[in-house]
């Protein structure tokens, strides 16, 4: 069970506020966040093991899965837009057909920043488009996650 609340330690604010622990618990694991003493921390975590022991373990555990999925999925998503903006930053329109064809349509903001990133003319400007697809790219990605 302490092994358990050590996990919910680590969880951010909004991902612990999903998981509806008691009052008691949740408190406890909000201080451990705050404690910089190791003996301290230690205690705390023992604490929250106890309080632990009191409530069903089974949905947090569910929970926390679907938790570790989202992020798990997020950072493939995260990595698949870079491998995007590389190609296609190096190939331009051969790797935009590609990467419109894999996701079913045509994104003119996204065609009008590869434009620009072959007008660019300082290397400070071609970084700056260069994030700009980047930040497209993953939001079309994360926009065909949600309507897929």
Do not use: Y
């Not at 069970?1 to 951010?12: D, P, R, Y």
């Not at 990605?141 to 949600?146: K, R, S, T």
């Amino acid at each position: 069970m302490q092994a358990l609340g050590e996990e919910l330690i680590k969880l951010n604010e909004s991902e612990l506020a999903s998981l509806a622990l008691d009052e008691r618990l949740s408190k406890a694991v909000r201080d451990a966040r705050k404690i910089k003493s190791r003996s301290a921390l230690r205690r705390q975590k023992r604490l929250i093991g106890k309080l632990m022991g009191d409530v069903d373990p089974q949905p947090i555990r569910t929970e926390l899965a679907k938790i570790r999925a989202d992020d798990v999925r997020g950072k493939q998503l995260f990595a698949t837009a870079e491998r995007w903006r590389d190609r296609i930053t190096a190939e331009r329109a051969e790797a935009l057909s590609a990467f419109d064809d894999e996701c079913g349509r045509s994104d003119p903001e996204l065609h009008g920043l590869v434009g620009e990133l072959q007008s660019a003319f300082s290397e400070r400007t071609e970084k700056t488009i260069r994030r700009k697809i980047f930040r497209r790219i993953h939001e079309i990605l994360v926009a065909g996650e949600q309507d897929g």
